[in-house]
């Protein structure tokens, strides 16, 4: 018997969860451990953020899905890691904290043949003094209580222009290294949309406060399309919707401090400014779960398995080089780790060898540039070739990994809201292949430019909403899901 | 504001492209061409 043992049940962790669960024999148990009871689809907290989904449309409990299931779950968090065992036990094991109401902060130390890592990003407000709407001034819409909080708060604001009061809003990211600004995007148009169709946008000022280094970079190094016979770059196609829809933007800024109703910046030029505001959302820098690891006479292996960033360490080449020295086979394929064949990590949980925008940093040294984001599709897509490759590894005991998910051999689509409504919304529909550029293979551009394509329209989104209700019947393991691709 | 950025060369959508983003007729056709576009990605993607 194998036991699976799987941290985190958000995109990553649920869909490993899941194929695995089909894929072994009922005798290997399949363990899942993760802090919240629910599953949230996070694209759609962006909706709940101005009041146009509510939490409950964007998450749903776990429990139930397991037991139908029969998957293992845990209500805990992960907190260390024994990749060799501990003490005279050879077992890999992993020490795990209860979260479960009535078995808060009990520990367990359970046993593993083969770990997934697939926690997640650890929202890091704390990067930013004065980030965050827990401990700080600004919003947030990264999880549904916050979106929830969020909205509220722009009910307040749409008030007060209806009373005649002039408001400025400030979207964006709350750190230099952010990365998912394509979600900052998103929710900044579905705000100026908002704020449209109630007629009251000329009362109110938008403003995208972001560490690109130009619009529709997007932590991607942008894109370039063919279109009407002519290359064009996602900067253009960006720019030109900002320009129509009147939404002010600061580029390459880096946020130093959000104090109530203002944020300071500093901007790669080295200048310094405040922005004042009466609604801020701004997202936060994303780095690694705190999860520990220990050798098996307990000596600190933290930074074997993790890189500074918090981020598992995998099968990239995480040798430092210049930009121009980078290379589309630096990515991981397999993601195991190098040390321990038996421990994966997943999604947004595993180390990127190097971001895929240029670089930029202030003459001071502050990093001003996107860190490479792992959205949704890849994020599953990993979560389900390592399902097969662990099941391959359990079922036909194969030695290595048999399946691949190179970010740099997979193209993503990808669709941005600009506003919600099912006559009147709008979404950019996106598709590029690969995800990151292969300069070897495509020289001119880095991608191919027939399969990188862009629309906007009402089209996109009414995908983006179809895309809501496919993948949460899917996550919740309802008749065929195997069958909607990932 | 430091670091704001004017789109100058930008260009405007007309009246025109602004109206068929949002023509439930013209969005239907659309809706069909993204959908075969992604099913495409998709399938490549899930070759490996
Ligand atoms: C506001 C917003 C909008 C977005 N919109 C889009 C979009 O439109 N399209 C798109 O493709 N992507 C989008 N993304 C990105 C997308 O959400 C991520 O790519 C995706 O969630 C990554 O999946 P993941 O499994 O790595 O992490 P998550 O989905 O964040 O899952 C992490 C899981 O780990 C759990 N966990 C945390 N700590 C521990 C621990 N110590 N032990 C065990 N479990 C733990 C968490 O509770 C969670 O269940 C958006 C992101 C945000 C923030």
């Keep these: 018997m194998a036991r699976v043992v799987i941290l985190g049940a958000g995109i990553s962790g649920h869909t490993a969860a899941l194929h695995l669960r089909r894929l072994l024999k009922k005798q290997h148990e399949v363990v899942v451990v993760s802090p919240s009871p629910d599953y949230n689809w996070i694209p759609s907290n962006i909706w709940v953020g101005v009041g146009r989904m509510k939490t409950g449309q964007v998450k749903f409990p776990l429990a139930p899905v397991y037991r139908k299931k029969k998957i293992d779950f845990r209500q805990a968090k992960a907190v260390a890691i024994w990749p060799e065992g501990a003490g005279d036990n050879h077992t890999g094991a992993v020490d795990i904290e209860y979260t479960l109401p009535g078995r808060e902060g009990e520990r367990q130390r359970l046993s593993y043949d083969f770990l997934v890592n697939a926690t997640g990003p650890k929202l890091n407000f704390a990067a930013t003094p004065g980030l965050g709407p827990d401990a700080g001034f600004s919003l947030s819409v990264c999880t549904p209580a916050h979106a929830e909080q969020t909205a509220a708060r722009l009910v307040e604001v749409i008030k007060k222009l209806e009373s005649g009061e002039r408001q400025r809003l400030v979207v964006g990211v709350g750190h230099g290294a952010c990365t998912c600004e394509g979600a900052a995007f998103e929710y900044a148009f579905n705000v100026e949309h908002e704020l449209r169709v109630r007629g009251l946008r000329d009362r109110a000022e938008v403003v995208y406060l972001t560490n690109e280094y130009e619009l529709g970079d997007f932590g991607v190094g942008g894109m370039s399309f063919e279109q009407d016979g002519y290359v064009t770059s996602s900067q253009l196609w960006t720019e030109s919707l900002f320009k129509e829809r009147g939404v002010r933007a600061i580029l390459r800024a880096h946020v130093q401090r959000v104090e109530p109703g203002k944020v300071f910046y500093e901007t790669l030029d080295g200048e310094e400014d405040a922005l004042s505001f009466d609604f801020a959302m701004l997202l936060p820098p994303f780095r690694g779960q705190e999860l520990e690891a220990f050798d098996r006479a307990g000596g600190d292996i933290t930074s074997e398995l993790f890189a500074a960033s918090g981020f598992m360490k995998v099968d990239a080449d995480y040798t430092p080089k210049g930009y121009d020295e980078w290379q589309a086979a630096d990515w991981p394929r397999t993601y195991v780790s190098p040390k321990y064949p038996n421990v994966f990590a997943i999604g947004i949980a595993f180390a990127p060898p190097h971001p895929i925008s240029r670089p930029h940093s202030t003459s001071s040294g502050t990093v001003i540039s996107p860190a490479p984001p792992r959205t949704g599709m890849p994020s599953a897509i990993m979560g389900r070739q390592v399902a097969r490759s662990i099941a391959d590894m359990v079922n036909k005991g194969k030695g290595a990994p048999t399946h691949t998910a190179s970010m740099a051999e997979m193209g993503a689509g990808c669709v941005a809201s600009a506003g919600a409504g099912i006559m009147h919304g709008t979404a950019a529909s996106m598709t590029m292949y690969p995800i990151v550029p292969d300069h070897g293979k495509f020289p001119d551009y880095g991608r191919n430019i027939k399969q990188t394509t862009g629309e906007i329209g009402l089209a996109g989104h009414w995908m983006k909403h179809l895309l809501h209700h496919m993948f949460i019947y899917k996550a919740k393991a309802r008749p065929g899901w195997s069958f909607i691709p990932e | ?48």
Excluded: C, D, N, W
């Design chain 2, 1 to 48: 504001m430091t670091g704001e950025h004017i789109h100058t060369i930008a260009p405007m959508p007309t009246k025109k492209t602004v109206r068929r983003r949002t023509s439930v007729p013209m969005q239907a056709y659309r809706f069909a061409v993204v959908s075969l576009r992604m099913l495409k990605m998709i399938r490549r993607t899930h070759m490996t």
